[in-house]
């Protein structure tokens, strides 16, 4: 969060790599580690300054972030470890809207010294379940929400089974409305539909919920998702202006005698997980790359939210791939 709003305007970015996140191979060493790569691939033209982790405390990366940028956050938001998914989506969503940072009760006591205010602490609202939290924090905090993009949940919990820690910087410094709801419960999921028609017809959605359910719903009320799941950095990614490149035109292959040809298609690129990671990722394997003629999506959304990550797309694939 403290990264979004140090994004959100500064000409220095803050850039992390290897952001825990379950739905990238698991966690742990097994992850895409391609934010390092595109250091290299997207933003060599760029001076980078590694920042080192504090050794005096733990959250060694926060103290130091915080040590380097004393001004950026303005208060804590505390959440609730008694309804853990839906009070760090309202605190997110809170975060963004008043320049401050999410944290579990633990942080929030190892900031004291530092002596950031608490704007917010929700375990002062005793929430019943998450219908109780989302019913308030739609009260309090949609009215100041961007509105152009809306999103849902993305999946971070405290007990390292996050699958959306990454997301939280462009939810931070977009000051999108962030929320859970337990979409495999019938009465809560029934209720997804009280905040997204708030936003205008065709607003894109962002974050995840189960497919099966959440794209029917989505036709029908006139909106479209953004899969978006464990992307480092897009804050960053998305800070340059737009591409207004064309894709690579496709080339006709020439049918000699009785060929035949069979298409292979790789549609899981949707979600942007698979455009950041996993493709880029089998992509600088060279050796494996285009030994078998396949069909991969990549996220159209790209044009506006990594224009650099677009351009390489379209420099290794080319017309002839």
């Not at 920042?51 to 733990?58: D, E, G, K, V």
């Not at 009260?139 to 809306?150: I, L, R, T």
């Not at 919990?157 to 019938?186: C, I, M, Y």
Request: charged letters at 20%.
């Amino acid at each position: 969060m403290l990264q979004g709003i140090v994004n959100r305007t500064g000409e220095e970015k803050v850039y992390v790599v290897n952001t825990y996140c379950r739905d990238n191979r698991g966690g742990g060493q097994k992850q895409a580690r391609t934010a390092e790569g595109f250091l290299a691939d997207l933003y060599a033209d760029i001076p980078v300054q590694r920042l080192a982790a504090s050794r005096r405390t733990a959250w060694p990366t926060l103290m130091s972030l915080l040590d380097r940028f004393p001004a950026a956050a303005k208060g804590l938001v505390v959440w609730d470890p008694k309804l853990e998914q839906a009070t760090i989506e309202a605190a997110t969503t809170i975060a963004g809207q008043t320049d401050s940072i999410a944290v579990s009760p633990e942080i929030a006591e190892a900031l004291a010294g530092r002596h950031l205010p608490v704007t917010a602490d929700l375990r002062a609202n005793a929430f019943a379940d998450n219908l109780a939290c989302l019913q308030w924090l739609k009260e309090h905090w949609f009215a100041g929400a961007n509105k152009k993009v809306a999103f849902t949940w993305s999946h971070i919990t405290t007990d390292e089974q996050s699958w959306g820690a990454a997301n939280k910087d462009f939810v931070a410094a977009h000051r999108l409305f962030t929320f859970h709801l337990d979409v495999r419960d019938p009465e809560q999921r029934k209720h997804y539909a009280d905040i997204l028609t708030e936003y205008p017809r065709a607003t894109p959605v962002m974050g995840w919920a189960d497919e099966n359910f959440f794209d029917p719903l989505l036709r029908y009320l006139g909106y479209y998702m953004v899969p978006y799941i464990g992307v480092e950095n897009l804050t960053v990614h998305s800070s340059f202006p737009p591409t207004t490149a064309a894709p690579p035109q496709p080339r006709a292959l020439e049918v000699r005698g009785d060929e035949a040809f069979i298409a292979i298609q790789v549609p899981d690129g949707d979600n942007l997980l698979h455009t950041f990671l996993y493709e880029p990722d089998i992509m600088r394997d060279k050796t494996e790359l285009n030994r078998i003629p396949l069909t991969w999506v990549i996220n159209p959304a790209i044009v506006d939210l990594a224009p650099r990550l677009f351009h390489w797309y379209r420099s290794n694939l080319g017309a002839d791939r």
